[in-house]
């Protein structure tokens, strides 16, 4: 019955027997046998038909909401039994970036979790350094970081993207108005970065040194805190983008140029050459056709 009510579900949700059939993949005729064979099961009639379009009877949406709990819970009490008897290789822990904003990560999950909801997934963030001991103590099978150092043969570099740096500006700052910055023009605004207490030294050596950042530093625990500094006008959030970022009434995103281009980093996910866990690269590479996208 979990597939036909599922099947029934797809026909709600796309509002549609044809799309809800191509999305199951089998035929228009047999997702509507299949329906109607729930409905003779339950004794009730679920959709009712009016012309060429179908509507929900008081019966079929109570049906359909609860139906929704029923399969989540059926779909991950499936995913932790498989979990427990195939045992630990089936756990992946991936790190990654503190100051991440984008939304490859998240919908490489989603994606990753619908192939194989066999695994785990766990997370941790952290900055650079923190997320190279991650990787180097085992403490973590993936790692989503920027390349500072020259490549490690004992780990895979497996490349993701490349993504341009932005001043994060309020709109009612000056600076927000012209059409690129240099390290030069911010030299007297604080750069804001995300740090942990134990990493403040080498992230300001790191800015210091590769953005040529001249201007004093405020520290962020996490992302939020960083965008509440920006809008209260406190200094600029070095912020970066894979593609030209989105029009936003609430920030200005003006591209950090030097020496006549702008300013960008390399994006690799990182795994250990000897590692034995299955689907490192499964997830490495849904993940950068998310990036690639």
């Given at each position: 019955?979990?597939?036909?009510?599922?099947?029934?579900?797809?026909?709600?949700?796309?509002?549609?027997?044809?799309?809800?059939?191509?999305?199951?993949?089998?035929?228009?005729?047999?997702?509507?046998?299949?329906?109607?064979?729930?409905?003779?099961d339950?004794?009730?009639?679920?959709?009712?038909?009016?012309?060429?379009?179908?509507?929900?009877?008081?019966?079929?949406?109570?049906?359909?909401?609860?139906?929704?709990?029923?399969?989540?819970?059926?779909?991950?009490?499936?995913?932790?039994?498989?979990?427990?008897?195939?045992?630990v290789?089936?756990?992946?822990?991936?790190?990654?970036?503190?100051?991440?904003?984008?939304?490859?990560?998240?919908?490489?999950?989603?994606?990753?979790?619908?192939?194989?909801?066999?695994?785990f997934?766990?997370?941790?963030?952290?900055?650079?350094?923190?997320?190279?001991?991650?990787?180097r103590?085992?403490?973590?099978?993936?790692?989503?970081?920027?390349?500072?150092?020259?490549?490690?043969?004992?780990?895979?570099?497996?490349?993701?993207?490349?993504?341009?740096?932005?001043?994060?500006?309020?709109?009612?700052?000056?600076?927000?108005?012209?059409?690129?910055?240099?390290?030069?023009?911010?030299?007297?605004?604080?750069?804001?970065?995300?740090?942990?207490?134990?990493?403040k030294?080498?992230?300001?050596?790191?800015?210091?040194?590769?953005?040529?950042?001249?201007?004093?530093?405020i520290?962020?625990?996490?992302?939020?805190?960083?965008?509440?500094?920006?809008?209260?006008?406190?200094?600029?959030?070095?912020?970066?983008?894979?593609?030209?970022?989105?029009?936003?009434?609430?920030?200005?995103?003006?591209?950090?140029?030097?020496?006549?281009?702008?300013?960008?980093?390399?994006?690799?996910?990182?795994?250990r050459?000897?590692?034995?866990?299955?689907?490192?690269?499964?997830?490495?590479?849904i993940?950068?056709?998310?990036?690639?996208s």
């Amino acid at each position: 019955m979990i597939r036909q009510i599922k099947y029934f579900q797809a026909v709600v949700r796309c509002q549609s027997f044809t799309e809800a059939a191509a999305e199951c993949f089998i035929s228009q005729s047999a997702i509507s046998q299949q329906i109607q064979a729930l409905e003779k099961d339950l004794g009730v009639q679920l959709l009712y038909r009016k012309g060429r379009k179908f509507f929900l009877t008081p019966a079929g949406e109570f049906f359909y909401r609860k139906s929704l709990v029923l399969v989540n819970d059926f779909e991950r009490l499936c995913a932790e039994t498989t979990r427990i008897a195939k045992g630990v290789e089936y756990e992946i822990t991936i790190g990654y970036l503190k100051h991440y904003r984008g939304g490859e990560l998240q919908a490489a999950i989603q994606d990753f979790n619908s192939q194989y909801p066999e695994v785990f997934i766990n997370l941790l963030s952290g900055t650079h350094e923190e997320l190279y001991e991650f990787l180097r103590h085992s403490k973590a099978d993936l790692v989503i970081n920027d390349l500072r150092r020259k490549p490690s043969a004992q780990y895979v570099n497996y490349f993701l993207a490349e993504s341009y740096l932005y001043a994060e500006l309020p709109p009612n700052n000056p600076l927000s108005q012209l059409e690129t910055v240099t390290p030069d023009d911010l030299k007297n605004m604080p750069i804001i970065i995300i740090s942990s207490d134990s990493q403040k030294y080498n992230e300001e050596l790191f800015f210091r040194e590769y953005f040529g950042v001249k201007s004093d530093f405020i520290f962020a625990e996490n992302l939020e805190e960083a965008h509440l500094l920006v809008s209260s006008n406190k200094g600029y959030f070095p912020i970066e983008f894979t593609s030209t970022p989105q029009e936003s009434k609430i920030f200005r995103y003006v591209p950090i140029f030097f020496n006549g281009a702008q300013f960008f980093r390399k994006y690799f996910i990182f795994w250990r050459v000897e590692s034995t866990k299955k689907y490192l690269e499964e997830f490495a590479a849904i993940l950068k056709s998310y990036f690639q996208s």
